[in-house]
């Protein structure tokens, strides 16, 4: 990873803003300064929650007991004896409000975006490492569609663009939203921003498995990109999930997830499941071939209730009915996260389904970004 | 990451500044790469702004992880349980604390003093880098006098020098040591300065030595039998010859070592060890008539009549005279007829005669007779010195340069007597100031006191000080400009009378107690320094310096001659 060359970036920054300015009026923050948005509380649950608009899922592992549909894992599986998870990916964003921009047609919220995402290594010793590879960043000024920009700045913002084509540093991206119409400009920026993140993870993991395939590869959240699904050995930990599924068992016995994870025990997991994919579901593709279970990491009078210290399992697989050597990797996956559990992030916010590596990876990935008063001075 | 070039030290680590924990003018912070090891008091050198090279001293070291709390890692533990294993090791570092010595450059006409950047290199200090952040480099090479050896983790050895007007005045002097007995090393210390300094400044230095232990000091022209190979090193880095003290030979007008011993029994040396050459010597009354103070001090007088009496002998000494005739009151013979002088301690043990001005009351003669046959009962004090005995304040008056005296004093067993003998070198040598011609004098002359608390203890409040104490504070107030150096150890420094530590330039810590280190005479060590003077290896010793802006640690060899015990 190269320094970051801050000259450099500001300067980039001054020539979209100048060329933005000629374009239309640019009404700074009445703060006089970038305000760092918050992103969504529990973005992840949001996510899943929006996957999960049809509820129902079905179990493609057969439980021996209807009542208690979950399968003991024994010891867990340690490094020493197999070292199983080797690579940690984690991605972050950052959004800054900058002002207001008006152009005759519209008016939308003027913002920038620094993106960052980390894969770590686990040593044989069990330290971590970022590979050479492992860190991807950039900045991106949010835009909405450009069928909404005025054609002469499209053009220009295009030339700036084609320019730092050759510039192997870290450039300001103009990205631009899909969508054509929004009722919440600012929503909707910051949404194309966390989808470039998304992205980003996206490119750093393949980067990364492109190099080695050793061991697997833990991603933190849910898979959401099929481009995932490409990659061998991955698996995506949830340590927040919707509520909204119900899980329908053989076709005889239904269960909400509440009921299914109260009486999940310390070292158990689940069955495994999918979820039923409604017509014209834009993300049926992925949801075809991703089973899913719960494991719980942790038990006990100091969580404050049934569903703290499960994490949500997600994976590649593509039969309806899993296989016994799918149910193997399955099993050796989930006790493989029972190790996970030392040592603990605590006393983090959901410390108690989260894991130390990825907690590493975000830590990493918080040291790497600029500094939000370096924001304040692109404007100045 | 590591790497090594010829001009530059080996690299260690990087900076850091938080918010918490800043960088400042005073001080800096950096991790350790894994794997290197560093200690405390090893030099580091950091790249600073316009070319200009930050050195650092390793003050404290701590190892910190991401665990919030004791909580997280128990937590960790599967809550507790201590068979567990991390399937993956907390994050940790090890955080290193280096007090900036100094900012050097070789051409930047102006002072740095701004903080070190974070995030910069930090190398071990390489020999040049540390002579320069201790302000060696501009010592002129004839007033260099080695103090030591720095020894740092990487193994790089520097020997360290302090400039001698900074240590045998004008601009500063005098030098105290404390520390635990034996693992301390005072004396050997004290021992191996003088050594430095009398082979490179022989014909400046006149010194003398009290031996208060056994007869440590009382082979200095013998052959050492413990020297190792480790100090046979380090002899070389500081430059100093394997030699040891000369004896002084007047006839082949050799300048060495004289060894003074006490009178003892039938007029016998009292001493633990006899040396080949030696000088015996005693006090009669006709030496010390003016030095009685030093002999009654701490006496309780609160109504200043004994000092009345003493003042008086002082004064009207060779004026004395018996008024009448002393018969012995057992046979009735007249002992010391009228008009008799008073000349020697029987004549004053008996002398009776003080004008009522002086003695009010009969018993108050009573008293002073009592303590001077107490305080002079020893073979020390002789109503006539034989012609082979000296008076020890007569020869210091003579002292030149290029001699070396040891007055031997372990084998008096009343501390009185210790005093006393210290007290009249100190006011002779005052006197000598005044009587010789100043050409004739040395021009530094070294007084070497171990257990200085014995002679000048810290008194309190109200207490009076003794007059050996106030001829020893003298000498630490006024002997920097005249050339009087004092060289004093101790075990404690807060046992000892504060005037004469505070005009100590140097300060000298060995191996010393925590409890003692609380005392504020210590405030020239930080805290972390502290800690570590609890833990000191034999030899090693924490040494402050006015022209060090930290204290350092050095280590020193054995001085080179026959060491006992």
């Not at chain 2, 030591?148 to 601009?171: A, C, K, R």
């Not at chain 2, 925590?514 to 000191?536: Q, W």
Request: proline fraction near 5%; include cysteine; aromatic fraction near 10%.
């Amino acid at each position: 990873m190269s320094a970051v060359d801050v000259k450099e970036i500001k300067n980039q920054f001054k020539a979209i803003v100048e060329c933005v300015k000629k374009h239309g009026m640019l009404i700074k923050n009445p703060l006089l300064e970038p305000a760092e948005e918050e992103l969504p509380i529990d973005l992840e649950k949001r996510e899943d929650d929006e996957k999960f608009r049809k509820r129902e899922c079905f179990n493609i592992e057969i439980p021996e007991n209807l009542e208690k549909p979950y399968v003991s894992l024994g010891e867990p599986l340690h490094r020493g004896q197999k070292h199983f998870f080797r690579f940690f990916l984690d991605g972050s964003l950052k959004t800054y409000y900058l002002g207001e921009y008006v152009i005759p047609a519209l008016s939308f919220p003027f913002m920038a975006g620094e993106i960052a995402a980390a894969c770590l290594f686990r040593n044989d010793d069990g330290t971590l490492s970022v590979p050479s590879n492992g860190f991807k960043k950039r900045i991106c000024l949010l835009f909405p569609n450009k069928s909404l920009l005025p054609d002469s700045l499209q053009i220009e913002l295009e030339g700036i663009t084609k320019k730092l084509e050759s510039y192997s540093g870290l450039k300001v991206e103009p990205q631009h939203t899909e969508e054509t119409e929004s009722k919440d400009w600012r929503s909707s920026l910051r949404a194309k921003g966390i989808s470039e993140m998304h992205e980003t993870e996206v490119q750093l993991a393949k980067s990364v498995r492109e190099k080695s395939t050793e061991g697997w590869l833990v991603i933190d959240g849910a898979i959401r990109k099929k481009i995932f699904l490409d990659l061998e050995n991955v698996i995506g930990l949830a340590k927040s999930f919707s509520r909204l599924p119900i899980f329908e068992l053989e076709k005889r016995t239904t269960l909400d997830i509440v009921k299914l994870l109260a009486r999940l025990r310390e070292g158990e997991r689940t069955i495994i499941f999918k979820q039923s994919i409604a017509e014209g579901d834009a993300e049926s593709s992925v949801k075809k071939v991703l089973g899913f279970w719960y494991v719980r990491l942790r038990s006990g009078e100091w969580l404050e209730n049934p569903l703290q210290g499960v994490v949500k399992v997600e994976m590649k697989i593509e039969k309806d009915l899993a296989d016994p050597k799918t149910i193997d990797i399955v099993n050796e996956v989930s006790k493989a996260l029972l190790a996970e559990r030392t040592v603990s992030p605590y006393p983090t916010p959901r410390w108690h389904a989260h894991i130390y590596p990825i907690y590493v990876a975000e830590e990493y990935i918080k040291s790497n970004f600029l500094s939000q008063y370096y924001f304040r001075g692109l404007l100045a | 990451m590591s790497g090594e070039t010829k001009e530059k030290g080996e690299i260690i680590g990087k900076t850091t500044a938080t918010e918490r924990f800043p960088n400042t003018v005073e001080e800096f912070y950096f991790w350790v790469e894994p794997g290197k090891v560093i200690n405390p008091f090893d030099f580091v050198s950091v790249e600073h702004i316009k070319g200009t090279t930050t050195i650092g001293l390793v003050s404290s070291m701590k190892l910190i992880t991401d665990a919030k709390s004791q909580l997280a890692d128990f937590v960790s533990s599967e809550f507790g349980k201590v068979e567990s294993v991390p399937q993956t090791p907390r994050i940790e570092t090890t955080v290193a604390k280096a007090k900036v010595m100094s900012n050097i450059s070789a051409e930047l006409p102006i002072k740095v003093l701004m903080p070190v950047s974070a995030n910069k290199i930090v190398r071990f200090a390489i020999k040049d880098e540390i002579r320069a952040g201790l302000g060696l480099l501009a010592i002129p090479e004839e007033k260099r006098i080695p103090i030591g050896v720095i020894e740092m983790s990487n193994g790089t050895q520097v020997s360290v020098f302090v400039d001698s007007e900074y240590l045998l005045g004008p601009q500063g002097a005098h030098l105290n040591i404390s520390g635990i007995t034996g693992l301390a090393t005072k004396t050997s210390y004290l021992m191996f300065l003088i050594q430095t300094i009398y082979q490179r400044k022989k014909d400046q230095v006149a010194i003398i030595i009290f031996n208060v232990k056994q007869d440590d000091l009382l082979h200095l022209d013998e052959e050492p039998t413990d020297i190792t190979p480790d100090d046979e090193e380090m002899y070389k880095i500081v430059a100093v010859s394997k030699e040891t003290f000369p004896l002084s030979d007047p006839q082949k007008e050799i300048r060495g070592v004289k060894y003074f011993l006490p009178r003892g029994f039938r007029g016998q040396p009292n001493s633990a060890y006899i040396p080949r050459e030696h000088y015996v010597y005693a006090y009669a009354l006709s030496d010390v008539h003016n030095r009685l103070d030093l002999l009654f001090h701490g006496v309780p007088d609160p109504y200043l009549t004994m000092r009345g009496i003493i003042d008086y002998i002082m004064e009207r000494y060779s004026q004395l005279r018996f008024r009448r005739d002393v018969t012995d009151p057992n046979t009735g013979r007249v002992i010391r007829r009228a008009g008799a002088p008073v000349a020697t301690w029987e004549d004053l043990r008996l002398f009776e005669d003080y004008p009522r001005e002086v003695v009010r009351y009969e018993r108050t003669a009573w008293r002073f007779r009592g303590l001077l046959r107490q305080f002079t009962t020893s073979d020390l004090f002789v109503n006539q010195r034989s012609h082979t005995e000296v008076y020890l304040g007569e020869e210091v008056k003579k002292i030149k340069a290029g001699e070396i005296y040891v007055i031997d004093i372990a084998r008096i067993t009343d501390e009185r007597e210790q005093a006393f003998i210290i007290g009249d070198v100190m006011r002779s040598l005052d006197e000598m100031y005044g009587e010789r011609e100043s050409k004739e004098i040395p021009s530094k002359i070294i007084i070497l006191i171990d257990e200085l608390n014995r002679y000048a203890p810290r008194i309190g409040a109200f207490e009076e000080i003794s007059p050996v104490t106030e001829q020893i504070r003298e000498i630490a107030r006024t002997g920097r400009s005249r050339g009087t150096i004092l060289f004093t150890a101790e075990q404690f420094k807060s046992s000892v009378d504060r005037q004469i530590i505070e005009n100590s330039a140097m300060q000298v810590v060995g191996r010393t107690g925590s409890s003692e280190l609380t005392s504020d005479v210590y405030r020239f060590l930080d805290p972390e320094i502290k800690d570590i003077a609890t833990r000191l290896e034999k030899g090693e010793l924490i040494v402050s310096h006015p022209t060090f802006r930290r204290a350092i640690k050095i280590r020193f060899p054995k001085p080179y001659y026959k060491r006992i015990g």
